[in-house]
């Protein structure tokens, strides 16, 4: 059973950096085809892709966002790192981790993980 | 702005047939996949490769695609299924994925 979950901090002042951990279990990062996207919602706003890393660190930003992230994988670990520098309280969101496999989902986001809330206030 | 374009609602009548549309040109080239998301949940897989459905999705649920649009229709619209509806596909470039602004379906 595949699962991802993520964790950061529970509030986040202007200016500093984010960063964002999604645990992944039920597969292995370095499973070939497997990618491991971020995506992220503000309140009461649409869904806003971010990054994707795959099994092969293949790394893909949001052209609107690649200058503030950096998107790393621990395979030993089973996680995926995001960080989003210099944050605005634009920023303030639900951050979703997800997996993907680029044959069995054809690059779809089959399972994601709870979300977390990030608030960014001084 | 989003490279794919969403109406932002739609409403349907319990057990009618609505089709919920997404526009892009980049859909004349990659396919869609659709998620649902209900209040306060995380959005779940309703369709990917344009047309195919995950294991524990309704058959009600179908995709299709014609030049620059895709389609998510659910024939028989149920109670639950009233929820946001995001399309998400490859952008222009074809390196980067983008989400559709959503739509909000009402079941009457």
């Known amino acids: 059973q595949i699962t991802l979950k993520e964790s950061g901090p529970t509030l986040v002042k202007p200016t500093q950096t984010l960063t964002l951990t999604c645990t992944v279990s039920?597969?292995?990062?370095?499973?070939?085809?497997?990618?491991v996207g971020w995506i992220r919602q503000p309140p009461g706003k649409a869904l806003e892709w971010l990054a994707l890393i795959y099994w092969d660190d293949d790394k893909r930003y949001s052209p609107a966002l690649k200058s503030r992230l950096t998107i790393t994988k621990d395979t030993s670990k089973n996680q995926v790192v995001l960080t989003m520098t210099n944050v605005d309280p634009v920023d303030t969101a639900t951050y979703y981790c997800?997996?993907?496999?680029?044959?069995?989902?054809?690059?779809?986001?089959?399972?994601w993980g709870q979300g977390t809330m990030v608030p960014v206030s001084s | 702005s989003s490279e794919l374009t969403q109406d932002p609602a739609v409403s349907v009548a319990l057990g009618q047939t609505v089709r919920i549309t997404c526009q892009g040109d980049?859909?004349?080239?990659?396919?869609a996949s659709w998620y649902q998301q209900k209040p306060g949940q995380a959005p779940v897989l309703v369709i990917y490769g344009k047309s195919k459905r995950p294991s524990g999705i309704p058959d009600r649920f179908s995709g299709s695609s014609s030049g620059n649009t895709a389609s998510l229709t659910i024939t028989g619209a149920r109670a639950e299924d009233e929820a946001d509806y995001y399309c998400?596909?490859?952008?222009?470039?074809?390196?980067?994925?983008?989400f559709g602004g959503g739509t909000k379906l009402t079941v009457l």
């Open positions: 997800a997996h993907s496999h680029i044959a069995t989902t054809t690059d779809a986001f089959d399972i």
């Open positions: 998400k596909s490859r952008d222009s470039s074809g390196n980067h994925w983008v």
């Open positions: 980049s859909l004349r080239i990659y396919s």
């Open positions: 039920g597969f292995s990062l370095s499973t070939s085809g497997v990618g």
